[in-house]
């Protein structure tokens, strides 16, 4: 009979759904635009997006997920639903196999709403993994071995840091600081340096541009728009990569601190294991050039970036579907 297995991202910024065989098949925006006055929802995902901030007053576009985890249960189910139906198409006869994927700091309740969420979304069978450990079987790591293994995963609104083995989290820790502080640093430095005021997808496309968290061999720049706050006016002018660095100094150093705490709490064979094999980054903000020699030098550990940085999560998570039956497996051996 034909059924999917399927490896949901429920991100604050985006949801990403895999199918087994078929890869990413679906990434949309996580918003759902929802009528105040009927509770009825008009739109959900890239269509909802594009209602923000043009809907008349009754016409709500909200992110029900907050840091990854649920804010409003009613409306993360109705999404989830529908992102399930189009990634899945019509043709199918059997209920899938459902894995979400929720960050390391989620509580048990959390971890139970996004549960029962993904049953009356219209799962057969529902599992639930910590996003470092389905960033790590993403990025192609063996976990079911007793081996210590660091990934700092750097979504839209969290970082999450974590050292997994025998597949689970030893030691990890979960920061509010991500891509979008990044964005958010920019504007201030415009702002503080340059009385130019500009918007946060402006700020997004310098740090995609130009931005760095560690010196480039050469500096590159880029003209950017903005309104002048002294005189009120449309301003252009020329930022550089040394400057955006700068800007970037604080968030990045939040993040390494982060590293620096959960290696301190690793045990040691596990830290050995760590510094033998390095670390390994994950999600959109790790693209931030020069984050992985910025933690490479202040760690003493060799760093990379995963390849499709941005996707290994939701492949992680369809993938942790086989790894638990062939655990079951092992088990019944
Ligand atoms: N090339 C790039 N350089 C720097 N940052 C990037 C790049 N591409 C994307 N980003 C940033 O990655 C972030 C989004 O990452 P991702 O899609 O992994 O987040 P998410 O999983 O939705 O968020 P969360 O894990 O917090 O729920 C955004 O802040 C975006 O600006």
Redesign the pocket.
């Known amino acids: 009979m034909l059924s999917y297995d399927i490896g949901i991202?429920?991100?604050?910024?985006?949801?990403?759904v895999y199918i087994k065989g078929k890869g990413i098949v679906l990434k949309e925006p996580?918003v759902v635009a929802f009528d105040r006055d009927t509770n009825e929802i008009k739109e959900i995902g890239e269509e909802a997006r594009k209602m923000i901030g043009r809907t008349p007053g009754n016409i709500v576009a909200i992110r029900p997920?907050r840091?990854?985890v649920i804010s409003d249960y009613d409306i993360t189910e109705k999404m989830l639903k529908y992102f399930i139906k189009k990634a899945m198409g019509k043709k199918t006869l059997r209920k899938p196999r459902i894995s979400v994927c929720i960050?390391s700091g989620a509580t048990e309740v959390e971890k139970k709403a996004v549960e029962d969420a993904t049953y009356q979304a219209g799962a057969r069978e529902v599992s639930i993994i910590e996003?470092p450990v389905a960033a790590a079987i993403g990025a192609g790591i063996d976990i079911s071995k007793a081996c210590g293994n660091m990934i700092v995963?750097?979504?839209?609104?969290?970082?999450?840091v974590a050292v997994i083995s025998l597949g689970g989290t030893v030691v990890s820790t979960s920061v509010k600081i991500?891509?979008?502080?990044?964005?958010e640093a920019i504007v201030r430095y415009m702002r503080k340096k340059h009385n130019l005021l500009i918007g946060e997808r402006t700020a997004?496309e310098i740090?995609?541009a130009i931005?760095s968290a560690y010196p480039r061999p050469e500096m590159t720049t880029m003209d950017v728009r903005g309104r002048n706050l002294v005189t009120g006016l449309p301003k252009t002018m020329t930022v550089t990569s040394d400057e955006m660095m700068d800007a970037l100094k604080e968030p990045a150093m939040h993040i390494v601190e982060a590293v620096h705490n959960v290696l301190e709490r690793t045990p040691p064979e596990l830290a050995a294991d760590v510094y033998e094999r390095g670390i390994v980054m994950?999600?959109?903000?790790?693209?931030?050039?020069g984050?992985d020699e910025l933690i490479e030098e202040k760690t003493g550990i060799n760093t990379m970036v995963a390849e499709d940085?941005?996707t290994v999560?939701a492949t992680g998570t369809g993938k942790f579907i086989e790894f638990i039956h062939d655990k079951k497996k092992d088990e019944y051996k």
């Not at 991500?178 to 964005?183: E, T, V, Y």
């Open positions: 991202d429920l991100g604050t910024a985006s949801i990403l996580s997920l840091q990854g960050p996003e995963d750097i979504g839209g609104g969290t970082s999450d991500a891509g979008d502080d990044f964005d997004e740090k995609i931005g994950t999600g959109g903000g790790s693209l931030l050039r984050l940085a941005m999560v």
